[in-house]
């Protein structure tokens, strides 16, 4: 077992939670938290899979994905920002909305044919650098890169640009971003929409490049729940999400290749002997979403990790402030 | 320029017509009439409740009216958004604060500006903010973040927030309410030299000697009607304007029984805290407060008042030094043993601290009885008795809102103070700390607070009273303790302002009478 490529697909494998994580980020962050992040993400991975087998062409198959989450999590961002309903009930039941049709829409998608994967690439220069170059720019998905651009984009979108110095406000004290002519309403649903293609960004890049296919429910295998974990985790911060969701990553594709040798650092290796060493490690994550997911629920701590103030919380213009 | 016409000359900027607003349970303005001359400084006065900041909501395109026109420049206008009262020219400063507390001061100002376009650059704006700041002779930290800065701080910040706006209009709701007396000098200053530029302002406050010092005409309404409009400032007298407002006579003068001191409740010894930027706010303060006294902590906002009071109550740790209540030690103790010892306290900040703004009046004021009976019999809440209770203190302290269940959020200012004094004063209490007990209340309310409390003190209460009002720091207390830079620097029994005013500046009270002695030699 070599070690960089473990890491090297793991950085591939978290290019995953990377996407669903930072669209998770951007709903939070204008106030509306979306369970709905797992449906979100099937419905990418089987669109995406659909359309690449039907065209031929992944490209186009990333694109209708991004917009089929993004347009369903407009269900959502109806029921809790203009009906302001609870934001817990309305992101479950967009959830089980979405995993539904998309177990209903793929359908026999499974051995419905092959398909073009997304290329990969390695970068000339930055290949060549001890340790990160084999890790992240070596054969690498070119979807991956995206992820690495992604990150710092979004990072620098959130607190040195006014679109985001606008979404931080609508998060955090929308009464005080109303007052100033900011449209709370067109801004929250503006992030949930992102955040749903984001989701689905995800999901496509599942099904067309990482673990190429379609294996209805256990294509995203609860990772967009894991996403929703990783947000806490992360203090809905990008760059603190990148981290968590490579490393997630890491762990995913650790799991995978820990079972094969017999022998580990010379010793007997106790995950070839032994598969339940194997699900031990594959069911830390969950684990950890568990974990992360109660102790974040409790508002005060969630207000010392920096929650926007008024997550969950609808806005009701006319309203005394918080 | 515009085209004079007969209907509505062009001097008046603004011109609200027959507005009528309801809210559920209340007719917070009621066929209301208001104009606003250019270059004019107009005042809104009126009881609390009197729906001085709906009308202005309205007029800043946070509420629409139920009915009524509003026309600007002659011009109908039609504000669906606060944006469109912005663009319009008319910009509002706040009752309640309308910051973003984890954002940096230049960040607040920014936000929902057109320009910068796309990358914040903050440090070319940091600039900007501080040099607008330095214009106006307000000193604040443009990076700072906002949760950081007292009250006086933030409120620098909403003025700053709307000169940086340009507006041609500005409304003021209570906008001295926080400021320290040499605050308000400068923001008058400022006022002046904004209206010399042509803006108008709206004006609302209810310390009357401000209004007489500041505005040129006066409204006043009270119960959602106008009472009287227009008045010229130069031809009324205060007592005039308070029976306008309050529909009664208001007597300004304090009846204060001679008390003898009992023991001493709270004793303070070298106590130090930090504040939350973690620098130090309290250095070795040292106190005394007995029965039957109130000792006035007089001192410039941001002096460590707040984390005095804090550290007292045991919502603030002390790094150094003791707090005794009636000889228990409750340093670093939790906040209920101090409410066991009979502390109670008026926070400076109401909606945050001082009550739970989504839960309703009853729920608000029974926070600190709530587990003993009557209200509650072991796990057991008694709903009726709780809604009895609060029902007594609603009538005792004249709180107006539509219902017990309302939740405190939706109350005027003034009111939703009242529900902190029903609950902190009915408990009986043998400490008081009481932090701008006053502040955003109208003449009539003052005036009850004050007996209140001077009929605590009669009581054998020890009362700690911080206020930045000189006039009621001295009219009410036995002693004036003044505090500075988290030092206190001396105290006054005889009411000597001079005194007092240099000790705010950071003199110590050895150095003043050195000072005299040497004077007379
Ligand atoms: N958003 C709201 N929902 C329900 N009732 C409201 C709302 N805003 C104001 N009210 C009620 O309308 C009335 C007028 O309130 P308003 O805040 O205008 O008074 P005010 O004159 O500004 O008083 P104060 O001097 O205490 O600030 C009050 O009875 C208040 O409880
Ligand atoms: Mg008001």
Known sequence: MDL?????????????????????????????????????????????FSIAIRTGNPWLGLLVAMLAAGLISQIHAFIAITLQADQVVSGLSLNFLAVGLSLV????????????????????????????????????????????????LAWYYIYHTRPGLHLRA????????????????????????????????????????????????????????????????????????????????????????????????????????????????????????????????????????????????????????? | MAQPDATHPPENVVQMRKIVKRFPGVLANDHVDFELRR?????????????????????????????????????????????????????????????????????????????????????????????????????????????????????????????????????????????????????????????????????????????????????????????ASNLNTHEVTRAELARLMVGREVIFSLDKKPVTPGEVVLKVEDLWAENDKGLPALRGVNLTVRQGEIVGLAGVAGNGQRELAEVITGLRKATRGRVFVSGEDITNRPVRQGIRRGVSHIPEDRTHVGSAPNLSVTDNVIMKNYNQPPISRGWILNAVAANGYAERLKKEYDIIVPTLQTPVRMLSGGNLQRVILAREISSQPTLMIAMQPTRGLDVGAIEGVHRLLLAQRENGAAILLISEELEELIDLSDRVVVIYEGKIMGEVSDGNVEEIGMMMTGIPQDAIRAGEADHDR
């Open chain 1, 4 to 48: 960089l490529i473990v890491l090297q697909a793991g950085v591939a494998t978290g290019t995953i939670l990377l996407f669903a994580t930072i669209g998770e980020i951007f709903a939070e962050r204008s106030g509306v938290m979306n369970l709905g992040v797992e449906g979100m993400m099937l419905l990418g991975a089987m669109s995406a």
């Open chain 2, 39 to 227: 270059g004019e400084i107009h005042a809104l006065l009126g009881e609390n409740g009197a729906g001085k900041s709906t009308l202005m909501n309205i007029l800043a395109g946070l509420y629409r009216p139920d009915s009524g026109s509003i026309l600007v420049e002659g011009r109908p206008v039609n504000f669906a958004t606060p944006r469109d009262a912005i663009r319009a020219g008319i910009g509002m400063i706040h009752q309640h604060f309308m910051l973003v507390p984890s954002q940096t001061v230049t960040e607040n100002i920014l936000l929902g500006l057109e320009e910068p376009r796309f990358r914040l650059q903050l440090a070319r704006y940091d600039q900007r903010v501080a040099e607008l700041g330095e214009r106006f002779g307000m000193k604040v930290d443009p990076r700072a973040r906002v949760w950081q800065l007292s009250v006086g701080e933030q409120q620098r910040v909403e003025i700053l927030k709307m000169l940086y706006r340009g507006a041609e209009i500005l409304i003021m709701d209570e906008p001295t309410a926080v400021l320290a007396p040499t605050e308000v000098e400068e923001l008058f200053s400022i006022l002046r030299a904004m209206t010399r530029e042509g803006k108008s302002i709206i004006f609302i406050s209810h310390k009357l000697h401000e209004v007489m010092a500041i505005s040129d005409r006066i409204t006043v309404l009270r119960r959602g009607r106008v009472t």
């Open chain 1, 105 to 152: 829409l793929g359908e026999g998608l499974s051995k419905a044919g092959t398909i073009t994967l997304i290329p990969s690439v390695t970068l000339p220069l930055l290949s060549q650098i001890p340790i990160l170059g084999p890790v992240f720019f070596t054969n690498q998905k070119l979807i991956v890169y995206f992820g690495y651009l992604l990150i710092p």
């Open chain 1, 170 to 322: 609508v998060g955090e004290f929308p009464a005080a971003a109303d007052s100033l002519g900011v449209n709370v309403y067109r801004l929250r649903y503006f992030y949930v929409f992102v955040g749903g293609v984001l989701a689905g960004l995800a999901g496509a890049t599942i099904s067309l490049a990482i673990s190429p296919g379609w294996f209805s429910e256990l294509t995203t295998a609860g990772q967009g729940w894991i996403a929703i974990g990783l947000v806490i985790f992360a203090q809905w911060d990008p760059l603190r999400a990148a981290f968590g969701s490579y490393i997630f990553g890491a762990l995913r594709r650790l799991v995978l290749d820990i079972q094969g040798p017999m022998m580990l650092f010379g010793f007997p290796n106790p995950f070839y002997y032994n598969p339940y060493w194997g699900f031990f490690l594959e069911m830390l994550p969950y684990a950890f979403t568990i974990i992360v997911l109660v102790i974040g629920s409790r508002e005060a701590i969630r207000k010392r990790l920096g929650a926007p103030t008024a997550l969950g919380i609808p806005y009701i213009r006319g309203e005394r402030g918080l």
